[in-house]
């Protein structure tokens, strides 16, 4: 038998999570979804309140010079 995942007593020969991983993960399911959740949120947060501030800017501090002056035919 070759070396590998079929060593492993989490999957079985069809490459799916056996009844051992699926026990082994359980306890951190919800800490885990809770997490993933949290750091979407802060991305979307960050990301939304970026768009908010950028979206705000009307750039009336901004000097725009004259059109340049046409060049004298010689």
């Known amino acids: ?20 991983l699926l026990r082994a993960r359980r306890p951190y399911l919800v800490k885990n979804a809770v ?4 750091l979407c949120g802060i991305t979307v947060g960050v990301y939304a309140y970026t768009l908010r501030a950028v ?3 009307d750039f009336s501090d901004v000097q725009v010079p004259d059109t340049p002056a046409e060049p004298k035919k010689q």
């Open 1 to 20: 038998m070759p070396a590998g995942i079929f060593n492993s007593t989490y999957y079985g020969k069809d490459y799916r999570a056996g009844a051992a």
């Open 35 to 38: 997490t993933g959740l949290a």
């Open 55 to 57: 979206g705000q800017e």
